[in-house]
T-cell receptor
Framework: EAQVTQNPRYLITVTGKKLTVTCSQN?????MSWYRQDPGLGLRQIYY???????DKGDVPEGYKVSRKEKRNFPLILESPSPNQTSLYFC?????????????FGPGTRLTVL | AQSVAQPEDQVNVAEGNPLTVKCTYS??????LFWYVQYPNRGLQFLLK??????LVKGSYGFEAEFNKSQTSFHLKKPSALVSDSALYFC??????????????FGTGTRLTIIP
């Protein structure tokens, strides 16, 4: 089954404690992206990657890091989480060149930073 | 930059009635527009898109959307609402970033509630 998986689905942590949210897709997609969803703000792109070892900032990259060492994985790293990063996070993937044709979204990770 | 606006945070419709979820856009050039749906505790799912051609676009689950260039709108519609249509709906526009890269810019979302 074609899918995007994220782990963990729920996470409660404390300020400053480094964390990683994993994202994996099994569709051989070149393009992967991270979004955060906040009430009244919709989805905002954090980082994206057009292929292995190619990443770039989205609209709200501050406080986040990503890496793309393998085509299927695109982890989101919060080196020193802060309460304003409490949000619902989505990973998405698609074929490059059709990067916005049909994006496949993961189920989401709800992060709470205390 | 391209943008979309969803003027209604919440839309309530009685089951069996027609529904409309509104979206307006602001783009330079030809718009590429999308609707996505988010069911509770799930990721977003693609519903339909407008790239070019017919102004009435048909999508999944009986939804359709009407592209109106003069009103810069792309409203989502369904002739007869089902309780299972209750979800969060997002309008989105393709934003070209240069160097062959692009991304989706989303609206703020509209929560659709179908009342039995």
């Amino acid at each position: 089954e074609a899918q995007v998986t994220q782990n963990p689905r729920y996470l409660i942590t404390v300020t400053g404690k480094k964390l990683t949210v994993t994202c994996s897709q099994n569709m051989n997609h070149e393009y992967m992206s991270w979004y955060r969803q906040d009430p009244g703000l919709g989805l905002r792109q954090i980082y994206y990657s057009m292929n292995v070892e190619v990443t770039d900032k989205g609209d709200v990259p501050e406080g986040y890091k990503v890496s793309r060492k393998e085509k299927r994985n695109f982890p989101l790293i919060l080196e020193s989480p802060s309460p304003n990063q409490t949000s619902l996070y989505f990973c998405a993937s698609s074929f490059f060149g059709q990067s916005t044709d049909t994006q496949y979204f993961g189920p989401g990770t709800r992060l709470t930073v205390l | 930059a391209q943008s979309v606006a969803q003027p209604e945070d919440q839309v309530n419709v009685a089951e069996g009635n027609p529904l409309t979820v509104k979206c307006t856009y602001s783009v330079s050039g030809n718009p590429y527009l999308f609707w996505y749906v988010q069911y509770p505790n799930r990721g977003l799912q693609f519903l339909l898109k407008y790239i070019t051609g017919d102004n009435l676009v048909k999508g999944s689950y009986g939804f359709e959307a009407e592209f109106n260039k003069s009103q810069t709108s792309f409203h989502l519609k369904k002739p007869s609402a089902l309780v299972s249509d209750s979800a969060l709906y997002f309008c989105a526009v393709r934003d070209f970033l240069g160097f062959g890269n692009e991304k989706l810019t989303f609206g703020t979302g509209t929560r659709l509630t179908i009342i039995p």
